[in-house]
């Protein structure tokens, strides 16, 4: 590598590849390369191991990503048959966007060695990244072809099925994940999105509840559980329950702001709106997103409405119209700004109305 990181604020959180013959240590015992995230990212030190997740490398192991093209370039002079050398290259190439690269990389690493499960499973998430997902299925079935319990593969081709409406083959995926890795909180995260989808709500709860088990940090599951586990079935008080915690975890989340707000401001059952909090929450929203966020401004009009002032929702519910893309559907928005001309506010119909 070209200059080594000598102190801890050097390597924390920087992002490298792993040199040849690198190993990952967990007690002693060898980590396989399919269960490590490349790029590495430092996320603790201990003498000269590096922390990567799932296990410690060294540092003399590791090389920074913007020097690993040409430094795995140089490998494969000397070893010009070695498909792991391809493969890192690729990996390498499409750390820096360089996706044709890596690909053709990867493709050459599995012509050397046609059982390089991982060489499938990174062209695959090439592959999707350029949206071809026929490919990226294919790259990944082969992956776990190779491997049957190649979690990270089940997982990437759980989400591709999702991109592409396949619910139950997603599902599918996702339950294989959790089964080979029960304490994978995002997969069960994932799978609550599915749920929903499908119109099974309690099963949505229950994988979302089992996500906030695993991490009780998750965020996301929280807002997800609020909003499509309890909201759309009119259950608001464990829905702001949910909102509430997690805007206490991450109180800077945007989307997170803009939906509380939107609850407190246009619920159904008038226990529930609090037009003052719904005020406070839906200004935070507008300035993390820097005023130039349409449904923050058309939350922050309706929750104006409901505080009962008209002037300041008819404001910035023009605003927002003016903001919407031009693709946008603006009858509902419209209908908004009629009724705070009226003076009145705006509140959802019932369980199962969608959020502004």
Known sequence: MSK?????????????????????????????????????????????????????????????????AAFYTEYLRKHPGDAWGYHSRGHAWDAIGNCDNAITDYTKAIRLDPDYAIAYFNRGNVWAD????????????????????????????????????????????????????????VAYNNRGVLWYYKGEADKAIKDYSKAIWLDPQFVYAYSNRGLIGYYFKGEYYNAINDYTEAIRLDPQNLIVCNMLSWILATCPDAEFRDGGQAVVLAQQACELSE???????????????????????????????????????KDEYTERLKLYHAGKPFHENGPGATLG
Request: glycine share 4%; with cysteine.
């Open 130 to 185: 350029k949206g071809e997902f026929d490919k990226a299925i294919r790259d990944f079935n082969e992956a776990i072809r190779l491997n049957p319990e190649y979690v990270r593969a089940f997982f990437n081709r759980g989400a591709i099925w999702q991109e592409m409406d396949e619910l139950d083959k997603a599902i599918k995926d996702y339950t294989e994940v959790v089964r080979l890795d029960p304490e994978d909180a």
């Open 291 to 329: 005023w130039k966020d349409a449904d923050s401004l058309d939350t922050l009009a309706a929750a104006y409405a409901e505080a009962g002032d008209f002037a300041q929702a008819v404001k910035y519910q023009e605003r927002c119209l003016e903001q919407l893309d031009e693709d946008v559907d």
């Open 4 to 68: 080594s990181p000598v102190i801890d604020h050097e390597w924390l959180g920087c992002k490298f590849f792993a040199k040849p013959y690198a190993k990952y240590l967990l007690d002693g015992i060898e980590v396989p390369h399919t269960k490590i995230s490349i790029p590495l990212s430092i996320s603790k030190i201990d003498g000269d191991r590096l922390w990567v997740g799932e296990a410690w490398i060294n540092k003399d192991e590791v090389i920074p990503v913007a020097d690993a």
